[in-house]
């Protein structure tokens, strides 16, 4: 919302009348906290770690007044141990709010009139992300009006060793039960009112880590919590260039961390090139802030240094978007300077693009693009944020790739980028695969207590639990217990089981954030349901959201108007089947369903499924459902356990790469006959639009998706005397494929329109080649690639499984030429 300038001009004079506060004497409780914030900020200089300070407050010129005085506090430290020239002080606010736009003028001149070295760039909150990657001395986050977990996460990473983190927030007392902006956007129809979970959750947290971290409640004007204390002291970092190396020597010098040495290192494995049909595959991957991109962008310039020797060394730098790739790139350029060669940088927006030099050309190219382009090496900074499915396309057109993936940030999501991606890579014995970790912080000691709590509040460490031989034994006799899991309960008596959940989630294949957890916590419509073993571990969870009960209004609207929010399954049934009575049926959406990676497929997620459809029920529901990124081992896992396809997206999902598609398991009678009709539009939507819409859908998903879905007819269409004289010209004949492709596609159609009542007659290779070919309508040269084989042996492909349609449902064979006749047609 912008500000009117009558609005800007009142809270410029608002803040101006409220500056003389700081002239005055100040709260207790400030000066206190000044006190132990001059010994915390010097343990926190000498052990390479961060100050945290929370300013609870309902008054916003004494949160204003507050935070300016510990900035000022901050600045006269570091101004004592003369240890920096200038100051960078980052301050994120909510220009929705006057309020916070008070805070925020009031800091300001506070700062300009007393703050001789600090320096603040002003951002609005909602602009956080653009900050990844980049350092600040300082940071003011105003968490008064609102708390995101993602920003959360996304700012405190961007404070170095010996900074200073500042959050401002309301009242202590009734701080946890506010209505703030995160929690109205969590409300559904049907449910008015969220849960007051996270935040106290968020409250709890800051009082267990006491370590330099101080809680001030300026209304009571008291320290709630905190304890300047003397960390041992930051290690002399020691960086030892490796004594044999095939970069030069220089590059090794940019490492500011021995793992960085030793990631740069593993690069040099990349110089030789692969063996004709084989690929290399480099992965780093590290937490937040160990400088794994700034490694690949120093070992890019080493490789380029090395292989443009003998010929032009072509190099393609991809992320998901150009932002993200700075660190890299001026890291490179760093690197290319120390090596003395003279490489420009291609700028775009401000923004390094790429290099141009003597042998070397290097560019950012977008992620889509890059399975087309040619180049020696491919370089993908923040792999976790790409979609699988595309990593997979870069793998595979490419001999060589170093990618430098997140393991535990802001995102949550490096594990899933291992599991999904690299599960496949670690099975695929044309590539060879080197993996490295780096665990060493580079902009604080690893033992800053603010990461400690960073990483505990928000779970980015979350794991599953460590299952012993009786919890296997457990599993291997069916001995689990169903556990219906209230959020209220996990975030306090059963943190334990929380953290195994969100843990099992962080492994499997979702895209966990931070702001998920307080989805979690908050969203009043969402519950965790889990299977856990006699010991109490949990083994396989599951996210649930109450879907339906809509009124007949809200319904009727559905038809024609945008989504509401939640009820993912009414909406997409109202406004694709068009009926809107289905809205006033009321379910369960399976938002998210793991199992935990050490004991998947033993039948444990089919047995919380088991378990969620009896509650369901019981409590009266009217269907179980869900909706997921489609590939062809989930279809088969939804369909095993008796649900239903009925919608799937036009487009690819951003982030993911997939199409999504819903399915439905009916429960009352009227949820079973409308389940029922919406699959098998569903079949016939898909087959229809698989020459166009999901044209470039892979055919594995398209062949398991028909063949999990009920037949559209149990008959054989006639054919006409000339049509199967054609058929058998193309099967026996002289005629090719392009010259009969109507009466072959006529064919094919039948066989998936009956599918899967002719299982077995083809096989899974046949199956696959009919659909790319004659379904989807590609070029030979394509679908030969699609499905890894030769172009004779897809043409191969095509005809024996034409010949086994044709023999069963017309009888031709080589030899029934003259029983088809040559009379009238």
Known sequence: MRRSPEERERVKRQAEEASYELGKELPES????????????????????RVMVVLSGSDPVKVGVATASALITYEQVMRSLKLRPQLRVLYAFNQDYEDSQLRKELVKRSVKERGNLLKLTIIKSEDSRRYLGTTFQGLVLDLVNDLRPNRVGILVGVVEGGGIIIFQAPSWSSWDQQLTDFRKNLLVPGHDQPRYVFIGWFKRKLLEHQENIFVVDLDNDSIVSGQPTKLPAAAERKVTPPEEAEFPRELYSLALTQDQVNAIKQ??????????????????????????????????????????RERTFRAVVTSPDLENTQSLMQLAESAFKAEGLDVE????????????????????????????????????????????????????SHSRVLVASTIHGYEGAGRGFSVRFLGEVRQDPDTDLREFEMSEPIRYSANDPVERWLFDVLLLDAEPADLDDADLRDIREGRLQYLALEPE???????????????????????????????????PHYSIR?????????VSAALLAEEGGLDEELSNTLLNQDKTKGNIIPDRVIKHLRVPPFGRLRGWRIVRIATHPKVQDKGIGSALLRGIYEEAVKRGYDWVGSGFGVNEKLVRFWARNGFQLIHISPDRNPVSG?????????????????????????????????QDTYRGMEPDIAVAMLNAT??????????????????????????????????????VMT??????LDRGLLSREEELAITVKVMQGRPWPEASRELGVGFEDALSLVKTAIRKLAAKYYGIGEGSLQALGFDDF
């Open 30 to 49: 400030v000066l206190r906290l000044r006190r132990l914030l001059r010994r915390a900020i010097k343990y926190a200089v000498a052990s390479n770690t």
């Open 267 to 308: 690069a040099e494995w990349l110089i030789e090139s692969p063996k004709r049909g084989r690929r290399k595959l480099l992965v780093i991957t590290a937490d937040r802030g160990r400088g794994k991109s700034c490694a690949a962008g120093i070992a890019m310039a080493g490789l380029a240094k090395v292989l443009s």
């Open 345 to 396: 940088p291609i700028v775009d927006r401000g923004l390094i693009a790429g290099f141009r030099g003597k042998g070397i050309r290097i560019k950012y190219v977008s992620p889509d693009d890059v399975p087309e382009v040619d180049a020696d090496l491919v370089i993908i900074d923040e792999a976790s944020g790409l979609p699988v499915p595309l990593l997979h396309k870069i793998w595979r």
């Open 489 to 523: 309960e996990l975030f306090s008596k059963r943190e334990d089981l929380l953290r195994q959940a969100f843990g099992i989630y962080v492994q499997a294949h979702y895209r966990n954030e931070p702001d998920d957890l307080a989805l979690i916590a908050d969203a």
């Open 530 to 538: 889990a299977m856990a073993t006699s010991s109490g571990k949990v």
């Open 658 to 690: 997939e199409f999504t598609v819903l399915v439905l398991k009916p429960i009352s009678e009227q949820a079973s006959r409308l389940t029922a009709a919406a699959n098998r539009e569903f079949k016939y939507k898909l087959l229809n639009s698989l």
């Open 710 to 747: 009920a037949p559209l007819r149990d008959d054989v269409p006639p054919m006409n005397k000339l049509r199967l004289q054609r058929l058998w010209a193309y099967l026996y004949g002289t005629m090719t494929y392009e010259t009969s492709n109507d009466v072959i596609r006529d064919v």
């Open 751 to 756: 066989y998936w329109e009956r599918a899967p």
